[in-house]
């Protein structure tokens, strides 16, 4: 079965410092990868996803993220934070298969974002 | 917007009662999953509809049920609730079964 963890459950950074926040999966095969951000009482948004094809991906909000196979990583970076990034995100992955693709999320990590 | 809606947003009841809980897929879409987000069980998935047929199931009690229908649109019913179903569900849709996942708003549930 798959699983995600999160090691980090909150992080707190200086508004324009750099942000990477951690994500490890298990799975036997190359899963998807996704990473979604929740804004406080509001849905989950998807920040970028990787399917195949070029390990670093780029998403919106100036957000990129890294699969390392050897690592089972896939960790998401922004170089500058805002102050507008604080929220909650969540790594996840799929396993697409015959029978769906529900995904598996990580316990999540609050960003806090310092003036 | 990802265009995938939820209602009611908000949602108080009783224990013992039954509600549902209605989702609309976006455009297309042919897909939908239903999440549970709880304090202490996170983002769960419980159930998988595509093209009105159940294609995966999670972990979702059996007091709980759902249903895809001709027109896409998808509802979980819920019954004889506790207080611990309190929690907020997301519906979320995709083109195709293996396609990347678009979530609604949610809606919170509350269980006096």
């Known amino acids: 079965a798959q699983s995600v963890t999160q090691p980090d459950i909150h992080i707190t950074v200086s508004e324009g410092a750099s942000l990477e926040l951690r994500c490890n999966y298990s799975?036997?095969?190359?899963?998807?990868l996704f990473w979604y951000v929740q804004s406080p009482g509001q849905g989950l948004q998807l920040l970028l996803k990787?399917?195949?094809?070029?390990?670093l991906v780029q998403g919106i909000k100036g957000f990129e993220a890294e699969f390392k196979r050897s690592q089972s990583s896939f960790n998401l970076r922004k170089p500058s934070v805002h102050w507008s990034d604080a929220a909650e995100y969540f790594c996840?992955?799929?396993?697409?298969?015959?029978?769906?693709?529900?995904?598996?999320f990580g316990g999540g990590t609050r960003l806090m974002v310092k003036p | 917007d990802s265009g995938v809606t939820q209602t009611p947003k908000h949602l108080i009841t009783a224990t013992g009662q039954r509600v549902t809980l209605r989702c609309s897929p976006r455009?297309?879409?042919?897909?939908v999953y239903w999440y549970q987000q709880s304090l202490d069980q996170g983002l769960q998935f419980l159930i998988q509809?595509?093209?009105?047929?159940?294609?995966a199931k999670g972990n979702i009690l059996e007091r709980f049920s759902a249903q895809q229908f001709p027109d896409l649109h998808s509802e979980l019913n819920l019954s004889s609730l506790e207080l611990g179903d309190s929690a907020l569900y997301f519906c979320?849709?995709?083109?195709?079964?293996?396609?990347?996942?678009?979530f609604g708003p949610g809606t919170r549930l509350l269980v006096l």
């Open positions: 455009s297309g879409d042919l897909s």
């Open positions: 990787y399917f195949s094809g070029d390990t």
């Open positions: 996840a992955v799929g396993a697409p298969n015959n029978a769906g693709n529900m995904l598996t």
């Open positions: 509809y595509y093209n009105g047929e159940e294609r």
């Open positions: 799975y036997g095969a190359t899963p998807y």
């Open positions: 979320a849709s995709s083109v195709g079964a293996g396609e990347t996942q678009y």
